[in-house]
């Protein structure tokens, strides 16, 4: 599966270094993509803790290499249904005000590098909650790449009534 942009766009080293770098993720088979300068690791999620009384966004903690990560549903974030079963969840570790997360994805893809002037406003029929999360979006010949705007993300947490 090619995961050029649409337009084809094969430009100069000098153009090219420009590009910024996403990873890409899949949940509940969206295309997501987050800025590789935010991601610090990509691991298999196993043992999450669960926390109660939590926000339902928060699956739990685990420990990654004796450091306490807060795993977080990007499915309950984005308001998809839960997953069935499955042997093995993936996540990607960020850091965000000094403490580490870990979202929950279905699989974890490639990397992209595309030009920044390629990204496109969120449609405006993109749900309302989506939108909140998404700096914009990517036309790839055979898909849509949402960017996912990793603060708008995390800082639900921050806003948790007492």
Do not use: C
């Not at 699956?59 to 795993?71: D, I, M, P, Y």
Request: aromatic share 4%.
């Amino acid at each position: 599966m090619s995961m050029t942009p649409a337009n084809g766009n094969s430009a100069g080293a000098k153009a090219f270094s420009r590009h910024i770098e996403y990873i890409t993720v899949t949940v509940a088979g969206q295309l997501l993509g987050l800025a590789i300068d935010r991601v610090h690791d990509v691991f298999v999620a196993s043992e999450i803790t669960s926390v109660p009384l939590a926000s339902p966004e928060i699956a739990g903690l685990l420990n990654l290499r004796g450091r306490v990560v807060t795993a977080i549903s990007l499915r309950k974030r984005l308001h998809l249904p839960d997953p069935e079963a499955s042997e093995r969840r993936m996540a990607v570790g960020l850091e965000y005000h000094g403490e580490a997360y870990g979202l929950l994805v279905d699989e974890v893809g490639e990397v992209l590098k595309l030009d920044p002037e390629g990204l496109q406003p969120n449609p405006v029929h993109m749900d309302p909650r989506w939108a909140s999360l998404s700096e914009g979006v990517y036309q790839l010949h055979d898909r849509l790449l949402i960017i996912l705007d990793v603060e708008s993300v995390l800082k639900f947490d921050t806003q948790l009534a007492a």
